[in-house]
């Protein structure tokens, strides 16, 4: 009987992308930190003076080019946010500033230790909700604070810190202290101003990327097991006098499924560790002691350590979008369901429109129980590339000649038969405004097509 191929193995990038953006000495922490930037979870970091808190954070932003506001906790009024309060009437209005976060992307408060009492309270809607004044922030995506270690005031003298609200404390999905100082040959390029390397913004957004595409179909193979896994380290903790809420129980499961989904920890084990050792909110308040946590997270491993079947190991090892889903077309309704949304929004939006154009059919004919929630997000590629097919005529007759519909006629001028429905996918790209290599588009569609035939099961990856 002959042997089924071996998984591949997983093997982490090498942790550099931080240090790219000229961040030493926070290797250990990068996928935590790629983690929460793909599931746009807020970070609170805690830290002394000097550890490069803020410069990480205004890095990030940079590099994921964000609309960044930074505001110090310490002096900040409610004004600050929401912008400058002008009598109308029997009301108040408020006007805008620019330095206000209504449009803000990424938000940072830094020392938020020393924030007063009464405008901790008012952040807790920004960094939970995404809200102020009861109003939804649609542009924000990331909120991150940091803050000096619990205590530290007390013990150095500083004036005007305040311990952190323990709720507020609590929305904050990860919770990390910061490395030591750099040593060595990183102190001495971070005394001479670390460099940042070429390139390091299109690494970091392609890795948050890759790891928001996967988060899907990680929780299809691990969900159930991460589930069991902090159900039991949850009892393990509260044993040792560490008690969680119930939100903290849900932000430990989206944050070990978003590390594992990085693919840059080798082993789950370590990387369920890493999440849920920075995601225990005590250490704002009053630290954490290791042993514990260690002991907890190891009386609850054996949810995580039973072996997956050959299929979703073979998942779990794939990069390529379109190879994964033909990997879960094997598998069950959940597991090709949550497979194809992350491929979907991994892809380019030229490409979608093929994969739709072509996959959809083949859906309804062989996997008709599939979920809805599958179908209706192919529904809305497959409805931009059938508006196009009922002017196609007109369209390829009065494209212009150069650039992009140049490309697209010359290209289609040599198609044979088999070819053909690429043709509506090309002109709807155009006629959306989307950008695409028209090469690369339809050799990406020709596979789609060798993939997915409405009259044959998928082919094998």
Same mark, same amino acid.
């Given at each position: 009987?002959?042997?089924?191929?071996?998984?591949?193995?997983?093997?982490?990038?090498?942790?550099?992308?931080?240090?790219?953006?000229?961040?030493?000495?926070?290797?250990?922490?990068?996928? &935590?930190?790629?983690?929460?930037?793909?599931?746009?979870?807020p970070i609170l970091l805690i830290g002394p003076h000097g550890v490069a808190k803020s410069l990480l954070l205004e890095r990030l932003a940079g590099a994921l080019g964000s609309v960044f506001r930074h505001y110090n906790a310490s002096t900040l009024n409610f004004d600050d946010l929401v912008g400058f309060p002008v009598p109308d009437g029997e009301r108040v209005k408020y006007l805008r500033t620019p330095v206000d976060a209504w449009d803000a992307e990424a938000v940072f408060l830094d020392e938020i230790n020393r924030c007063r009492p009464d405008m901790q309270n008012r952040l807790f809607p920004l960094i939970h909700?995404?809200?102020?004044?009861?109003?939804?922030?649609?542009?924000?995506?990331?909120? =991150?604070?940091?803050?000096?270690?619990?205590?530290?005031?007390?013990? *150095?003298?500083?004036?005007?810190?305040?311990?952190?609200?323990?709720? &507020?404390?609590?929305?904050?999905?990860?919770?990390?202290? /910061?490395?030591?100082?750099?040593?060595?040959?990183?102190?001495?390029?971070?005394?001479?101003?670390?460099?940042?390397?070429?390139?390091?913004?299109?690494? &970091?957004?392609?890795? !948050?990327?890759? $790891?928001?595409?996967?988060? *899907?179909? #990680?929780?299809?193979?691990?969900?159930?097991?991460?589930?069991?896994?902090?159900?039991?380290?949850?009892? $393990?903790?509260?044993?040792?006098?560490? %008690?969680?809420?119930?939100?903290?129980?849900?932000?430990?499961?989206?944050? @070990?499924?978003?590390?594992?989904? /990085?693919?840059?920890?080798?082993?789950?084990?370590?990387?369920?560790?890493?999440? !849920?050792?920075?995601?225990?909110?005590?250490?704002?308040?009053?630290?954490?002691?290791?042993?514990?946590?260690?002991?907890?997270?190891?009386?609850?491993?054996?949810?995580?350590?039973?072996?997956? %079947?050959?299929?979703?190991? +073979?998942?779990?090892?794939?990069?390529?979008?379109?190879?994964?889903?033909?990997?879960?077309?094997?598998? %069950? %309704?959940?597991?090709? /369901?949550? /497979?194809?949304?992350?491929?979907? +929004?991994?892809?380019?939006?030229?490409?979608?429109?093929?994969?739709?154009?072509?996959?959809?059919? =083949?859906?309804?004919?062989?996997?008709?129980?599939?979920?809805?929630? $599958?179908?209706? +997000?192919?529904?809305?590629?497959?409805?931009?590339?059938?508006? @196009?097919?009922?002017?196609?005529? &007109?369209?390829? #007759?009065?494209?212009?000649?150069?650039?992009? +519909?140049?490309?697209?006629?010359?290209?289609?001028?040599?198609?044979?038969?088999?070819?053909? =429905?690429?043709?509506?996918?090309? =002109?709807?790209?155009?006629?959306?405004?989307?950008?695409?290599?028209?090469?690369?588009?339809? $050799?990406?569609?020709?596979?789609?097509?060798?993939?997915?035939?409405?009259? *044959?099961?998928?082919?094998?990856?």
């Amino acid at each position: 009987m002959s042997k089924s191929p071996p998984s591949p193995a997983r093997v982490a990038p090498p942790p550099q992308l931080l240090r790219d953006l000229g961040i030493l000495g926070w290797e250990s922490l990068e996928p &935590l930190v790629v983690a929460a930037l793909a599931i746009e979870a807020p970070i609170l970091l805690i830290g002394p003076h000097g550890v490069a808190k803020s410069l990480l954070l205004e890095r990030l932003a940079g590099a994921l080019g964000s609309v960044f506001r930074h505001y110090n906790a310490s002096t900040l009024n409610f004004d600050d946010l929401v912008g400058f309060p002008v009598p109308d009437g029997e009301r108040v209005k408020y006007l805008r500033t620019p330095v206000d976060a209504w449009d803000a992307e990424a938000v940072f408060l830094d020392e938020i230790n020393r924030c007063r009492p009464d405008m901790q309270n008012r952040l807790f809607p920004l960094i939970h909700e995404r809200k102020l004044q009861g109003h939804p922030l649609p542009r924000l995506r990331h909120r =991150w604070a940091a803050m000096n270690p619990p205590g530290a005031g007390e013990e *150095q003298g500083w004036i005007g810190v305040e311990r952190i609200d323990v709720a &507020l404390a609590d929305r904050f999905p990860f919770v990390v202290e /910061t490395p030591e100082a750099p040593r060595g040959e990183d102190r001495i390029a971070l005394i001479r101003g670390p460099e940042v390397q070429g390139g390091a913004a299109e690494r &970091l957004n392609a890795a !948050v990327a890759e $790891a928001r595409g996967r988060r *899907q179909t #990680t929780e299809a193979v691990h969900g159930r097991g991460v589930a069991q896994y902090i159900d039991a380290l949850a009892d $393990a903790l509260a044993v040792a006098g560490i %008690d969680l809420s119930g939100r903290r129980l849900r932000f430990l499961y989206d944050g @070990v499924l978003a590390v594992i989904a /990085t693919e840059r920890v080798p082993e789950l084990r370590d990387a369920a560790f890493l999440a !849920v050792r920075w995601a225990i909110p005590q250490r704002a308040t009053g630290g954490v002691e290791e042993l514990k946590l260690v002991a907890a997270h190891q009386a609850a491993w054996r949810y995580l350590s039973g072996p997956a %079947d050959p299929l979703r190991r +073979a998942l779990l090892g794939e990069r390529d979008p379109l190879t994964r889903v033909q990997i879960a077309a094997g598998g %069950d %309704d959940e597991l090709l /369901t949550a /497979t194809l949304l992350d491929a979907r +929004a991994g892809l380019a939006p030229v490409e979608r429109l093929a994969l739709g154009s072509r996959i959809f059919p =083949w859906l309804v004919v062989h996997r008709p129980s599939l979920p809805g929630v $599958a179908y209706e +997000a192919l529904a809305e590629d497959v409805a931009k590339v059938n508006a @196009v097919v009922e002017h196609l005529e &007109l369209i390829a #007759t009065h494209a212009p000649e150069y650039g992009l +519909a140049g490309e697209i006629s010359r290209a289609i001028a040599g198609f044979a038969a088999d070819d053909a =429905w690429i043709i509506p996918v090309l =002109w709807a790209g155009f006629a959306n405004k989307f950008t695409m290599p028209v090469p690369a588009t339809v $050799a990406f569609a020709r596979r789609v097509a060798s993939a997915f035939d409405p009259l *044959q099961p998928a082919a094998a990856a």
